[in-house]
């Protein structure tokens, strides 16, 4: 895959599950590699929908509301199948990929994912990973989060997504932090206000599956222009 030519910018999006599981801090950080103005950038468009989310319809409501535009403004794949790589499983990791695999596959019933087994084909990256220690210290307890970054390839604007999600949790939360972070690497870079949807805030003591209103919103952010892709 070609890597970024002229510009690279990284825009990470944090999500901390706290040990209290009543509190998730929300973070966007920025980081700026190359200065660049938005008028560097391509025109926002409007993309054809992926087939599973045109033929999805349900009048459950959504929270699009909730999400937020970035520099490219929403955060839209238009390749597809989406390609997702797992890190590969040692002797005491074989649970965490088993459920980073049911997550996403849990995500492909409503939108064009496929599993692949090399990193460098991957457009979405699940790492197993500690996360650092930050400061304040009431960050130093959480175990996922995600992030993306801009390039350019031949010309056109796109990104890659990295999930860093922390291994030795119990299993579903393992499980409901892999579901979350995944709707936020498709482009919900929001969160619902409502914690049977499976971008609630927080984590919840009985994650709930992916709901109608995630796949709403979810279809509300594809029909949005953006300025990746084009």
Not at 104 to 117: G, I, M, S, T
Not at 183 to 197: F, K, V
């Amino acid at each position: 895959m070609a890597r970024p030519l002229g510009f690279r910018r990284v825009r990470t999006h944090t999500s901390a599950y706290l040990r209290s599981g009543a509190i998730v801090l929300f973070a966007i950080v920025c980081v700026l590699f190359w200065a660049i103005s938005t008028r560097a950038l391509p025109a926002p468009r409007i993309h054809p929908l992926p087939a599973l989310l045109a033929q999805w319809n349900h009048s459950s409501g959504d929270y699009f509301d909730q999400v937020r535009k970035t520099e490219p403004e929403y955060l839209i794949w238009s390749r597809f199948p989406v390609k997702v790589y797992v890190q590969p499983a040692d002797l005491r990791s074989q649970t965490w990929v088993n459920l980073m695999t049911q997550a996403v596959n849990e995500w492909k019933a409503y939108f064009p994912l496929e599993l692949v087994d090399r990193r460098d084909s991957a457009d979405i990256f699940i790492d197993r990973a500690s996360i650092p220690i930050r400061f304040p210290p009431t960050e130093r307890v959480r175990f996922a989060d995600t992030r993306f970054e801009l390039y350019q390839q031949e010309s056109v604007l796109r990104h890659l997504v990295t999930i860093r999600i922390q291994p030795n949790r119990p299993d579903l939360s393992l499980l409901a932090a892999a579901r979350h972070e995944l709707g936020h690497a498709l482009g919900i870079w929001g969160h619902s206000p409502l914690e049977t949807d499976v971008m609630y805030f927080s984590q919840v003591r009985t994650p709930p599956p992916i709901s109608a209103r995630d796949v709403n919103t979810l279809k509300r952010v594809y029909e949005q222009p953006t300025r990746l892709g084009w």
